[in-house]
């Protein structure tokens, strides 16, 4: 069992950034591929960004490249996600997600948090 817990939302400006914060705790972090996926309202829930276990792979979405980066910190078993030049759009709840996987993948996670709300006003 991975326990996931985000912070770090709120309520930002157009073109303002926000950095999320997800800290894992539970079963051992080595091995786990953390993405990062967001739902606003109406909407279904998408993919955001995933970063390997080493933390040298990444993947983003069309909307987010070059805007949000995503990092991770594997003794604090924390993973982050920084978000610059935010738009209305991106309006949504924030989920962070883990799965084992050799592979950043963008689906087929086990384990999610319970996310954290981000508004940017226009």
């Known amino acids: 069992q991975v326990l996931l817990a985000e912070s770090g939302g709120g309520l930002v400006q157009a073109g303002g950034s926000l950095r999320l914060s997800c800290a894992a705790s539970g079963r051992t972090f080595s091995g786990y591929v953390m993405g990062w996926f967001r739902q606003a309202p109406g909407k279904e829930r998408e993919f955001v960004a995933a970063i390997s276990w080493s933390g040298f792979s990444t993947k983003y979405a069309d909307s987010v490249k070059g805007r949000f980066t995503i990092s991770r910190d594997n003794a604090k078993n924390t993973v982050y996600l920084q978000m610059n030049s935010l738009k209305p759009e991106d309006t949504a709840v924030y989920h962070c997600?883990?799965?084992?996987?050799?592979?950043?993948?963008?689906?087929?996670?086990?384990?999610w948090g319970q996310g954290t709300q981000v508004t940017v006003s226009s």
């Open positions: 997600a883990a799965r084992r996987s050799d592979y950043v993948v963008t689906v087929g996670y086990n384990y």
